[in-house]
């Protein structure tokens, strides 16, 4: 009892942690408690990646506390197409923005995985390392040791990549013996035409985003699936049952850290983590484990920063406000929200027969299902996102203007001149409602979805809390497009989706609508004009559209400054002893793309600074 099916994941804390007595103050650990020598806080994508690689050495013992299930059993993160039914299920921490005043008062959705592999185990499966400049440009902000030499080691070292024979890669641009297993994949035609339109407009063409001549191009997208056509999540790519049946290495389940606790020391030196306090239920009742070596918080970009404010590390007049004791007051936690801003939705309807639309009819799905089930092919094996364009807003090439006339100025925040700051996602399917679950188009009409994302928005935000318990939400304010120059360049990542939609081989592919009524109809975008539709027209389908591209970042922040960062270039807290951020919170900027493998690429860096293999 108490152990789950697995028998390698553990759900009872009496088995791994230290009953509290309820009532009496529990805010040190004592001698007597259950102890480990890292205490790994969330069982996400770096946690995974963490514990697998500290649990290597047979003499170290590790202990991850995950707050969500394990990952085994769940269906819908394990068949690629699967994922958006997980959006605000159970797995799904499901959080909500602040209104956003630039985009007419609305509050975003926003997913974040609760399982083991974290959000790995629930996004939409991209494979992409973002730009070469992104990793120069950390070292510029303070992530010293963290430039793209330094981290296409840990990149390489994680990945186990295969060339599909009917989208042949470049192998030697990747790693070819890590545990994330990555791939690239056949796409479809519409998907096809989608990259010869870009190549048309002048956006060269790539088999590969991943190699030394940089990212920006039109291409087919790489993924993380395996040869069994199941996602390889971080938890099943780092935690397999081999892993998993370590000794030293305890894997607890629906465990939800409360608070960090810090041993007293001798007045003037910095405080300790010693251990941690969690419970399966708000109600209690309480358990207590304690570190030995060190307390590594791997909950996220929302979750880290609010676990470190209710222990009492953050900006000292909010933990106040708050009656939390202030451990250490540490402005930056929190601070310098950075998140991808999605143009939302623009979806043209496509001739019968193109698109992955054809799934929506029920006879169609379940043959997709069970031909999944048995062989792990067909097209519930393939990630949403197909393919996609890296660009920079700043070249006079390409089309962001009404033809005639000159493209709007603005100023490009990319990285580096190599990096992008636009990109323009295509998916061969209708996604109506992009960040709740995508509502099925009626079954007799089919439609592609493509949006443009802003990679390196001016407007930043914060994580604040709601409340001194982690049972309540934070408050997540990501002040979405406040920033004028972030709209003008969205503005223009939006007219080159208009006017790729209206090139060939792509606008074929598509049906003329009827004038439907603009905001209400979802195909709106296959009636705007690229030639005549306004910069007000647009802007104000921006802020009624827009949504989260899923990518918070900086909320923890490396640097070596105290003053303007939350921890250093080793990762360890400023200030505190035994207390280091592992995810994508301590990114010191924004990157060029997706999230993921940069996440796994730092915690694969972390452990090797942990371990002392490498220093800054
Ligand atoms: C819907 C969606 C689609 C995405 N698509 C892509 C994509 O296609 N490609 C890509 O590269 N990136 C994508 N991303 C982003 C990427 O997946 C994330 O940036 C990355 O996985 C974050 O890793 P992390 O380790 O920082 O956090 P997470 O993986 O979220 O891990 C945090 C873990 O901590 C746990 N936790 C939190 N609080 C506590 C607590 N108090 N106690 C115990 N445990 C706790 C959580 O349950 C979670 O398991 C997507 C994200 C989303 C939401």
Same mark, same amino acid.
């Given at each position: 009892?108490?152990?789950?099916?697995?028998?390698?994941?553990?759900?009872?804390?009496?088995?791994?942690?230290?009953?509290?007595?309820?009532?009496?103050? /529990?805010?040190?650990?004592?001698?007597?408690?259950?102890?480990?020598?890292?205490?790994?806080?969330?069982?996400?994508?770096?946690?995974?990646?963490?514990?697998?690689?500290?649990?290597? #050495?047979? #003499?170290?013992?590790?202990?991850?506390?995950?707050?969500?299930?394990?990952?085994? +059993?769940?269906?819908?993160?394990?068949?690629?197409?699967?994922?958006?039914?997980?959006?605000?299920?159970?797995? &799904?921490?499901?959080?909500?923005?602040?209104?956003?005043? /630039?985009?007419?008062?609305?509050?975003?959705?926003?997913?974040?995985?609760?399982?083991?592999?974290?959000?790995? @185990?629930?996004?939409?499966?991209?494979?992409?390392?973002?730009?070469?400049? &992104?990793?120069? /440009?950390?070292?510029?902000? +303070?992530?010293?040791?963290?430039?793209?030499?330094?981290?296409?080691?840990?990149? &390489?070292?994680?990945?186990?990549?295969?060339?599909?024979?009917?989208?042949?890669?470049?192998?030697?641009?990747?790693?070819?013996?890590?545990?994330?297993?990555?791939?690239?994949?056949?796409?479809?035609?519409?998907?096809?035409?989608?990259?010869?339109?870009?190549?048309?407009?002048?956006?060269?063409?790539?088999?590969?985003?991943?190699?030394?001549?940089?990212?920006?191009?039109?291409?087919?997208?790489?993924?993380?699936?395996?040869?069994?056509?199941?996602?390889?999540?971080?938890?099943?790519?780092?935690?397999?049952?081999?892993?998993?049946?370590?000794? $030293?290495?305890?894997?607890?389940?629906?465990?939800?850290?409360? !608070?960090?606790?810090?041993?007293?020391?001798?007045?003037?030196?910095?405080?300790?983590?010693?251990?941690?306090?969690?419970?399966?239920?708000?109600?209690?009742?309480?358990?207590?484990?304690?570190?030995?070596?060190?307390?590594?918080?791997?909950?996220?970009?929302?979750?880290?920063? !609010?676990?470190?404010?209710?222990?009492?590390?953050?900006?000292?007049?909010?933990?106040?406000?708050?009656?939390?004791?202030?451990?250490?007051?540490? *402005?930056?936690? @929190?601070?310098?929200?950075?998140?991808?801003?999605?143009?939302?939705?623009?979806?043209?309807?496509?001739?019968?027969?193109?698109?992955?639309?054809?799934?929506?009819?029920?006879? $169609?799905?379940?043959?997709?299902?069970?031909?999944?089930?048995?062989?792990?092919? @067909?097209?519930?094996?393939?990630?949403?996102?197909?393919?996609?364009?890296?660009?920079?807003?700043?070249?006079?090439?390409?089309?962001?203007?009404?033809?005639?006339?000159?493209?709007?100025?603005?100023?490009?925040?990319?990285?580096?001149? +190599?990096?992008?700051?636009?990109?323009?996602?295509?998916?061969?399917?209708?996604?109506?409602?992009? /960040?709740?679950?995508?509502?099925?188009?009626? %079954?007799?009409?089919? +439609?592609?979805?493509?949006?443009?994302?802003?990679?390196?928005?001016?407007?930043?935000?914060?994580?604040?809390?709601?409340?001194?318990?982690?049972?309540?939400? *934070?408050?997540?304010?990501? !002040?979405?497009?406040?920033?004028?120059?972030?709209?003008?360049?969205?503005?223009?990542?939006?007219?080159?989706?208009?006017?790729?939609?209206?090139?060939?081989?792509?606008? %074929?592919?598509?049906?003329?609508?009827?004038?439907?009524?603009?905001?209400?109809?979802?195909?709106?975008?296959? $009636?705007?004009? *690229?030639?005549?539709?306004?910069?007000?027209?647009?802007?104000?389908?921006?802020?009624?559209?827009? !949504?989260?591209?899923?990518?918070?970042?900086?909320?923890?922040?490396?640097?070596?400054?105290?003053?303007? %960062?939350?921890?250093?270039?080793?990762?360890?807290?400023?200030?505190?002893?035994?207390?280091?951020?592992?995810?994508?919170?301590?990114?010191?900027?924004?990157?060029?793309?997706?999230?993921?493998?940069?996440?796994?690429?730092?915690?694969?860096?972390?452990? #090797?600074?942990?371990?002392?293999?490498?220093?800054?």
């Amino acid at each position: 009892m108490g152990i789950t099916s697995s028998k390698t994941t553990v759900d009872e804390p009496e088995l791994y942690a230290t009953p509290l007595p309820s009532g009496a103050p /529990n805010d040190k650990p004592q001698a007597d408690w259950k102890s480990y020598d890292y205490v790994v806080v969330g069982g996400g994508t770096a946690g995974c990646v963490l514990a697998s690689r500290l649990s290597e #050495d047979p #003499d170290v013992s590790v202990l991850i506390l995950e707050a969500g299930p394990s990952h085994e +059993g769940q269906l819908m993160s394990r068949m690629p197409l699967g994922f958006s039914k997980l959006l605000q299920g159970d797995c &799904d921490w499901d959080y909500e923005t602040t209104s956003q005043p /630039n985009l007419e008062g609305r509050s975003l959705s926003w997913a974040r995985g609760k399982m083991l592999g974290g959000t790995s @185990g629930l996004n939409a499966l991209v494979y992409h390392r973002s730009s070469p400049d &992104d990793f120069d /440009n950390w070292v510029r902000r +303070g992530g010293e040791g963290w430039g793209y030499e330094a981290m296409r080691r840990y990149f &390489d070292k994680s990945e186990r990549v295969v060339s599909d024979p009917q989208a042949p890669i470049d192998t030697s641009h990747h790693g070819l013996s890590g545990l994330w297993k990555v791939r690239s994949f056949p796409i479809t035609t519409i998907s096809t035409r989608f990259i010869e339109a870009a190549e048309r407009v002048g956006i060269p063409r790539k088999t590969d985003f991943t190699t030394s001549e940089g990212t920006i191009g039109a291409g087919p997208c790489m993924t993380f699936i395996d040869e069994k056509g199941e996602r390889s999540s971080a938890a099943s790519a780092y935690l397999p049952p081999s892993v998993l049946r370590r000794p $030293n290495l305890t894997v607890a389940v629906r465990a939800m850290v409360e !608070q960090i606790l810090f041993t007293p020391v001798a007045d003037g030196a910095p405080p300790r983590a010693a251990g941690v306090r969690l419970a399966a239920r708000r109600s209690g009742p309480h358990f207590g484990v304690a570190a030995k070596r060190e307390v590594v918080l791997c909950a996220g970009a929302i979750a880290s920063p !609010q676990l470190l404010m209710v222990s009492g590390i953050g900006p000292a007049e909010h933990l106040r406000k708050h009656r939390i004791e202030v451990v250490r007051d540490a *402005p930056d936690v @929190g601070q310098h929200l950075s998140e991808h801003v999605n143009s939302g939705s623009m979806i043209y309807r496509a001739k019968l027969g193109m698109t992955l639309d054809a799934l929506n009819r029920p006879l $169609n799905a379940i043959s997709a299902l069970v031909r999944w089930l048995i062989t792990g092919g @067909g097209p519930m094996s393939v990630p949403p996102t197909e393919a996609a364009i890296f660009v920079r807003s700043d070249d006079e090439s390409l089309p962001y203007a009404p033809k005639g006339r000159a493209p709007t100025q603005t100023v490009s925040r990319s990285s580096g001149p +190599g990096a992008p700051d636009l990109e323009i996602v295509f998916c061969p399917m209708t996604i109506i409602r992009i /960040n709740t679950g995508f509502l099925v188009p009626p %079954s007799d009409v089919e +439609g592609v979805t493509i949006g443009a994302i802003l990679l390196h928005p001016e407007s930043n935000g914060s994580i604040t809390l709601q409340s001194p318990s982690i049972w309540d939400k *934070p408050l997540i304010d990501a !002040q979405y497009l406040a920033s004028e120059n972030d709209v003008k360049v969205l503005l223009k990542g939006m007219r080159l989706t208009l006017r790729l939609a209206k090139t060939e081989p792509l606008a %074929s592919c598509f049906q003329p609508i009827a004038r439907a009524k603009e905001g209400v109809d979802h195909y709106w975008a296959s $009636n705007v004009d *690229p030639d005549t539709v306004t910069d007000e027209e647009l802007e104000k389908l921006l802020r009624r559209n827009a !949504q989260s591209a899923w990518h918070p970042t900086c909320t923890v922040r490396m640097g070596t400054d105290p003053a303007t %960062s939350a921890v250093d270039p080793e990762l360890r807290v400023h200030g505190v002893q035994g207390l280091r951020v592992v995810d994508a919170s301590v990114f010191p900027a924004q990157v060029s793309g997706h999230t993921c493998a940069v996440v796994i690429a730092l915690a694969e860096r972390a452990a #090797d600074l942990i371990t002392g293999k490498v220093t800054v």
